[in-house]
């Protein structure tokens, strides 16, 4: 245990009494039909249960040499669907309703059993819904190991349970990035879990459109349902050691049998009402340590962790999103490199994310998407390296998409001081490996509500550019940032017809700063960062002609935050222009044309635009009726973010570029004098260590578990008298079973162990006569001969014997 982040190394006994063995081959041999992938025998034995059993209740088994990678598996196949049968070590085969849904009083569970050197998988659930899956070890297995197989299996409970060690498989194309977990349907609950040693994923939520394979028109999910369901519970897992990602949440399941793209996961209260409102998804208590790629990476709507602990990886976690909905992080715990120092690379003390590039970075959280909030979280042991850049907030890298205005922190404590000994904020260009100067680099921003990263309350960080930076703000050099005191927003444009985009591309430029051009790749929608509040403006233009159809949103505008900005257009042009926030319009017939900029700026409504016709210039203004609140998550508060929509339906569009003419001394602006203007400070460790509601903490004993105390069971049978009852013991046993100790439970207190002396009245023989005595002492009768005697009771009399 390392501040809170618990890493504390698993044991688990692979050994049962109970033990079912495939019988198999010394080596590969060539019916396999997959000698080339693996020159060893993979043709197991399989344990399969199928619908309309009894129950199942299979506990303290060991299975070893079981399921089947073999290409004879592959033929067989469902052919209108071109889905596999498999044959896997336990094996829950569309047993459908199996809980009190399907009427059974006491579902069915795998527990406290084992799984090793399995050749597919080690347990699946398929087309089942209510099986519990408990306190097992999975070692060593081929493909995903804990495996819902084809989206419909729902109410199952994974608790417990230890993957070690899994390996690429043959059998769907997603083995080649295995996952110890792989979750492909939401309803599902998945607590106190270890995944370890993966060589792609410890954890994979991926859902498919609808169930596929022989779950496919089972009436198991709607299509889309899984997409709009949220995650049923995720509680205390670990995962590390992985190639890949420890906590993986994106892609879709494909009728190939890969998975791939975005998992567009947008969870409702009411899945299949669009109309619904969004459903929150919470991750609680993650422990996510020495994956190599990342720690986490989650892509959907509404996500929340709460509670997590993340240390000594590439990245420790990052959102992505799915849908306009936010995500939190709250009451974390991210180190950079621990005192867990793993096994040393060459050449270093302590083992790197990447061996093979040791100049890759270390970054606890990244900003991605957004909007994202961080808060409550701590951070520590991101200290500056000479071989790789360290950061302990940091942003997606070589991005190319656009990223939310509003993301902030608050709250955020740091163990370590800044620049003396490594970097609260990293971010940079290519002038170092592994960053770059996309578009999404460009405009990487985030919010300091509270001052608890910058020191300045209220200020946002942005990328020191000309563009972007004003005499109000200062570049904190460690960080290659800047820190300004004014709230940016974003402009941002989607060129609507795919044969525009690519062919020209947007740039702006602010009035007080003609000469500096800001250029964006319309392959994507282009953004810009824009401060906020009326003192700067900006224009907007064209590379190589002016596009048919683009829209323009404003983010991160509220009241009294608002940016004035001009577009260029032909002179001639003819156009209609659409609003859809603050105020809808539907025409440029709804519009109200203003003789002025002046009246413009002093429009409160939002139907205003001003056209000057000899420059080419459109202008708006971006304005919004609420203000933020400290509730408010929403890239816009109120009703949404301003939003215009302008088609141009005839002019001379290749007249696209309108600086010369605007830039003339006609749209010149003075840099204002600015208000407050921020300085260079110290910035030592605000905490040296994480309070006990930061991280997960200890991850054992289990917290979701009622603690029970051990209780003995009855006594057995005294054991036989073992020598004539003379004077010997008897014993008797019990055990601490009824229950065990679990869960940090007290032992049983007492004896398990019981003995008494022989009752010698229990062993007198049927005609009455007892057992003789002992020999008396030797009673001499002359010379070296004397007599001795012993006696034993019959019915009435004594009956002596002499010798």
């Not at 000698?35 to 070893?64: I, M, P, Q, W």
């Not at 992505?320 to 180190?335: C, E, G, P, R, T």
């Not at 959280?365 to 907030?393: K, M, Q, T």
Request: hydrophobic share 30%; net charge neutral; aromatic share 12%.
């Amino acid at each position: 245990m390392t501040y809170n982040v618990d890493m504390r190394g698993e044991v688990a006994l692979l050994t049962r009494n109970i033990q079912i063995e495939g019988e198999m081959e010394e080596r590969c041999y060539i019916s396999n039909g997959n000698c080339n992938n693996f020159l060893y025998d993979t043709f197991g034995g399989h344990l399969k249960f199928v619908r309309g059993f009894e129950n199942v209740h299979l506990e303290g088994v060991e299975l070893y040499h079981m399921g089947q990678q073999t290409e004879k598996v592959l033929s067989i196949r469902i052919t209108t669907l071109g889905f596999f049968i498999g044959y896997y070590p336990v094996h829950f085969h569309m047993c459908h309703d199996v809980d009190g849904v399907g009427n059974y009083s006491h579902p069915p569970y795998f527990r406290d059993s084992t799984v090793h050197h399995s050749f597919s998988r080690c347990v699946t659930v398929h087309g089942t819904s209510g099986v519990t899956v408990q306190d097992n070890v999975c070692y060593d297995s081929l493909g995903h190991s804990y495996f819902l197989e084809d989206g419909g299996e729902k109410r199952n409970l994974l608790d417990g349970n230890i993957g070690l060690s899994t390996k690429k498989g043959k059998i769907l194309k997603s083995d080649s990035r295995p996952a110890t977990y792989w979750m492909t349907n939401p309803i599902n609950s998945l607590r106190n879990n270890v995944a370890a040693g993966s060589e792609a994923y410890g954890i994979w939520y991926v859902f498919p459109d609808e169930p596929y394979g022989p779950s496919f028109g089972k009436d198991f999910m709607q299509k889309y349902e899984a997409m709009h369901t949220p995650i049923l519970e995720f509680d205390n897992n670990v995962a590390h050691s992985n190639e890949d990602t420890g906590l993986f949440a994106d892609n879709k399941v494909l009728q190939s049998s890969d998975a791939t793209g975005s998992n567009e996961y947008s969870p409702r209260i009411y899945p299949m009402d669009p109309n619904s409102p969004p459903a929150s998804v919470n991750f609680t208590r993650p422990t996510l340590y020495k994956n190599r790629r990342g720690n986490m990476f989650l892509r959907g709507g509404w996500l929340r962790v709460d509670r997590g602990s993340f240390a000594d990886s590439s990245v420790g976690a990052t959102f992505a999103k799915s849908d306009d909905q936010q995500q939190f992080l709250y009451n974390s715990v991210f180190l950079g490199e621990s005192k867990n120092i793993g096994e040393p690379h060459i050449g270093m003390s302590r083992s790197l994310p990447d061996p093979d590039n040791i100049h890759t970075h270390i970054e606890g959280f990244s900003f991605y998407d957004g909007p994202v909030y961080v808060e409550n979280s701590w951070f520590s042991n991101f200290i500056r390296h000479h071989l790789y850049p360290v950061g302990a907030v940091g942003f997606n890298r070589n991005d190319q998409n656009p990223s939310s205005a509003v993301s902030s922190v608050m709250g955020v404590k740091f163990g370590f001081d800044d620049d003396a000994q490594g970097n609260r904020v990293y971010h940079t260009d290519t002038s170092i490996s592994g960053f770059s100067d996309h578009d999404g680099d460009d405009v990487a921003t985030v919010r300091d509500i509270d001052g608890s990263l910058t020191g300045y309350v209220g200020s946002q960080l942005v990328r020191p550019t000309d563009f972007n930076i004003n005499a109000g703000c200062y570049v904190r050099t460690n960080w290659n940032m800047a820190i300004c005191p004014q709230s940016y927003g974003k402009l941002t444009i989607q060129l609507e017809s795919e044969a525009d985009r690519g062919k020209t591309s947007p740039f702006a430029v602010r009035d007080d700063k003609p000469t500096v051009k800001e250029t964006r790749d319309s392959t994507h929608p282009a953004q810009f960062l824009t401060i906020l509040g009326g003192d700067y403006s900006y224009t907007i233009n064209w590379s190589n002609y002016v596009p048919h159809q683009f829209s323009i949103r404003g983010e991160g505008i509220e009241h009294g935050k608002w940016v004035r900005f001009g577009v260029c257009l032909p002179r001639d042009v003819m156009i209609d222009i659409t609003s859809y926030k603050p105020k809808y319009l539907g025409s440029i017939h709804d519009w109200t044309l203003t003789q002025t900029l002046d009246d413009l700026e002093a429009d409160t409504v939002g139907d205003k635009y001003f056209w000057d016709s000899y420059v080419g210039l459109l202008f708006f203004k971006f304005m919004n009726y609420n203000t933020r609140t400290i509730n408010d998550t929403t890239e816009c508060p109120g009703s949404g973010c301003p939003e215009i929509k302008i088609t141009v339906t005839g002019g001379n569009t290749l007249d696209a570029d309108c600086t010369q003419r605007a830039y003339n001394g006609a749209y010149n602006r003075n840099a204002p004098t600015e208000k407050v203007v921020l300085k260079q400070i110290d910035l030592p460790a605000s905490l040296a260590a994480p309070t006990s509601s930061m991280g997960a903490g200890e991850t054992r004993p289990f917290g979701t578990r009622r603690t029970l105390d051990g209780k003995f069971g009855r006594w057995t049978d005294w054991t036989p008298c073992s020598k004539n009852c003379l004077g010997e013991n008897q014993y008797r046993y019990r055990s601490c079973n009824q229950p065990i100790p679990q869960n940090g439970g007290r032992n049983c207190v007492g004896n398990a162990v019981d003995s008494r002396k022989c009752d010698q009245r229990k062993c007198t023989r049927r005609d009455g006569r007892s057992i003789f005595r002992r020999w008396s002492r030797c009673r001499r009768t002359g010379g070296r001969h004397g007599v001795q005697t012993r006696r034993r009771r019959l019915r009435r009399n004594e009956e002596v014997r002499p010798r």
